[in-house]
């Protein structure tokens, strides 16, 4: 059982670049999140899905996009990569909108030069 | 706009002490409650969950109290361990239970 897994686990991007964080869940929850984590600042929600075929945008949803390609998969993606963007970002899901606690993934760190 | 203290940001503390981390929220019309575990280089890891209507919940060496009125959490660790050395988050969900808003975390260090 893997709970919530996150690909990659670690990238270096070159501003401007593109990429897309995988996230992946065999629990069977309906709602979806996507957190950054940096030093000082804590964890920042930065898009949420309540449930498959809705997004919402979180706190910091500047420079990313989502996709909930199905009730199991939750993606972000950076169009054109800043240094800002140099963060560790976390999955986490969850039963339902209001339900439950929160999983976490073990997290991708994302370095932009 | 809901804020999240954790204080002492950071706690070094003797093997086999009971120890208590405090969390205070600005606005009290919280859903849930919930305290992470966080290891160096790891994801969160869900300790206690705590619903509005409740007072504490405990697991094992773990009780977690909360007093919304007051706007504050306490994790109460019992007879600590070296294992126990990781960062503590605590987590406010917002009055529709959808979004969290995260505490800084307390650094905790138990020492042998």
């Known amino acids: 059982n893997a709970g919530v897994t996150q690909t990659p686990k670690f990238q270096v991007l070159k501003t401007g670049q593109s990429m897309t964080l995988q996230c992946a869940q065999d629990?069977?929850?309906?709602?979806m999140y996507w957190y950054r984590q940096d030093p000082g600042m804590g964890l920042r929600l930065i898009y949420y899905?309540?449930?498959?075929?809705?997004?919402d945008k979180g706190e910091v949803p500047n420079g990313y996009n989502v996709s909930r390609l199905n009730k199991r998969e939750f993606s972000l993606r950076l169009e054109s990569a800043a240094p800002s963007q140099t963060s560790v970002y976390f999955c986490a899901t969850r039963t339902g909108t209001n339900t439950g606690e929160l999983f976490f993934g073990e997290g991708s760190r994302l370095t932009v030069l | 706009k809901q804020e999240v203290t954790q204080i002492p940001a950071a706690l070094s503390v003797p093997e086999g002490e009971n120890l208590v981390l405090n969390c205070s929220f600005t606005?009290?019309?919280?859903?849930?409650l919930q305290w992470f575990r966080q290891d160096p280089g790891k994801g969160l890891t869900s300790l206690l969950l705590?619903?509005?209507?409740?007072r504490e919940q405990t697991s094992g060496r773990l009780n977690a109290s909360l007093d919304k009125s007051s706007g504050r959490s306490t994790l109460y660790i019992a007879a600590s361990q070296p294992g126990d050395s990781a960062t503590y988050l605590c987590?406010?969900?917002?009055?529709?239970?959808?979004?969290?808003?995260f505490g800084g975390g307390t650094r905790l260090m138990v020492k042998p």
């Open positions: 987590a406010v969900y917002n009055n529709a239970g959808n979004m969290l808003t």
């Open positions: 629990m069977n929850h309906n709602s």
């Open positions: 705590i619903q509005s209507s409740q």
């Open positions: 899905s309540a449930s498959e075929g809705t997004t």
């Open positions: 606005d009290s019309a919280i859903y849930n």
